[in-house]
């Protein structure tokens, strides 16, 4: 098993930053990749980015591509979601995903086996 947990989450102004974190522990030699996603209430969670979990390439949704940059840290087993210039549209509740296996696309939440439990990011205008 792989246990993931979010923190950084918060309310901020429109325009501001926020950078959310990921901490893997547990058998996080299984991880392949690993997505950031969001939701909001009413509504499917949303692909936000990814990350390779070797090689480090990255894949963003168009919405945030320009405002949000993943990376890691394979050392602290960690992955942080950094978010610029914030606006309404982009309050949700954030999650981390981590998959076992590569299957082409990061957007499509099934193929994550485990998740974290979330944090809260709230954008006032």
């Known amino acids: 098993q792989v246990q993931l947990v979010e923190s950084g989450g918060g309310l901020v102004q429109a325009g501001g930053s926020l950078r959310l974190t990921c901490a893997a522990s547990?058998?996080?030699?299984?991880?392949?990749?690993m997505g950031w996603f969001r939701q909001v209430p009413g509504k499917e969670r949303q692909f936000v980015g990814g990350?390779?979990?070797?090689?480090?390439?990255?894949y963003y949704v168009d919405s945030v591509k320009g405002r949000f940059t993943i990376s890691k840290d394979n050392a602290e087993n960690t992955v942080y979601l950094q978010m610029n210039s914030l606006n309404s549209e982009d309050t949700a509740v954030y999650y981390c995903a981590a998959r076992k296996f590569y299957s082409g696309a990061y957007s499509y939440a099934r193929d994550y086996n485990y998740w974290g439990e979330g944090t809260q990011v709230t954008v006032s205008s």
């Open positions: 547990g058998r996080t030699f299984e991880i392949n990749s």
């Open positions: 990350i390779s979990w070797r090689g480090g390439n990255t």
